[in-house]
């Protein structure tokens, strides 16, 4: 008889907590609450006791100088320099009364000096507490100084840096932590983003460069017949159309990210090459091109401005009107900022509808692909680009047909 085999054992437990370790007693964590405080509460309290040491000496003081009879008696005379009284001969009612008032007086004068003397010694102190409590407040906050600077150069898109704070186990280490560790999951997001989108461009590109030059062989051929000609060049057609649409998607997830590495950049020559490579289109579609264009220098990528420019310049040459269309490129400084403007006559275009111009793969009146006008990307690019350099593209529908298109970047 066979034995009966043993139930297979649990595997051990780990030993390793991932949760953070509960410390013994919570009460005694240096939290910023406990140490400010402690920090105020004794500044204060060093305050009141140094305030009323002083008043204390300056009492003791007035007392002994009160405490000394401000007259003498002259043989049945009474002389006193305080109180303005020579040797003079009174009589005994008169003579009291004259005494009384002038150790009231006496006292008055030490009472009157002990309170000068205190609001100016309290003056003082209030000075040093104020700047004290301001100095060390800051020394106190300044990992929050810290936190914000390092979440600035990550505004930048410079996610290599780390708070890495060092002092006690308080809520400003617990949040710089927490946030080191938001920054290191984002750079890993970011940097497989980036190899995803590399790889995908490598994927894509190469069937669809295959495609291309196997059509164009085919379409070189003079003895191939004319359906299979017209075929190839409607392929040809359709692949070219694929070509770009890869090349603006993978230009749009480039362009979500801040731009690191800046130059100065002309937007006003920025323009003018667009409009060169948009003027052969323009002609045959009978667009006159048209608009001033002054030096406006910003910091950034050319490439990825050229983009825009190109883009809201193709767009207003081939949204336009069949007949007497035109397409206005002006360039200038506003208030700080480099603007592009870019104007055109075309179709009215209701306000309602300029939102979702932005959006990808959507057109006026139309959406997704079907248009032999682009891919449906060139102004959500161009947005995206605008974001990246820290500035902003607007649109507003034109009085009579067309769109104003404006785009403000940063000096």
Known sequence: MAATPAPPQAPPKPTWDPRRPVQPFPWLRPTIRIRLTLLYGGMFLIAGILLLSIIYLLAASALNVGSDLPFRV??????????????????ADELNRALNECVNEQRQHALDTLLSRSLLALLG????????????????????????????????????????????????????????DMLE????????????????????????????????VHLSDPEAPV?????????????ERSEQLVEGLLLLARSDNQIVERKPVDLAEVAEQAVDQVHGEAEGRGVEIRGKRDPAVVQGNGVLLERIALNLVQNAVRYNIPEGGWVEVTTELQHGQAVLVVSNTG?????????????????????????????????????????????????????GGGLVMRVALPV
């Open 125 to 180: 102190l209030a000075v040093i507490a104020f700047a004290f409590g301001y100095a060390m407040a800051g020394r106190v906050l300044s990992p929050l100084g810290r936190i914000t600077r390092t979440a600035r150069a990550v505004a930048g898109s410079d996610l290599s840096r780390r708070i890495e704070l060092d002092g006690p186990d308080d809520e400003l280490k617990e949040l710089a932590d927490t946030f080191d």
């Open 185 to 216: 999951r984002l750079q890993r997001a970011f940097t497989a983003q980036q190899r995803f989108v590399g790889n995908a461009s490598h994927e894509l590109r190469t069937p669809l460069a295959i495609n291309r030059t196997l059509l164009e």
């Open 347 to 399: 179709p009215v275009v209701p306000a309602y509808e300029i939102d979702n111009l932005f959006e990808p793969f959507r057109r006026l009146r139309t959406e997704r692909t079907g248009s032999d006008k682009g891919v449906g990307l060139g102004l959500s690019i161009a947005r995206s680009v605008a974001r990246a350099h820290g500035g902003h593209i607007t649109a507003q529908p034109r009085e």
């Open 227 to 239: 359906e299979l000609q017209q075929l190839g060049k409607t392929l040809l057609a359709t692949n």
């Open 74 to 91: 002259l043989s049945g005379q009474v002389s006193s320099d305080m109180c303005n009284m020579r040797a003079t001969s009174l009589p």
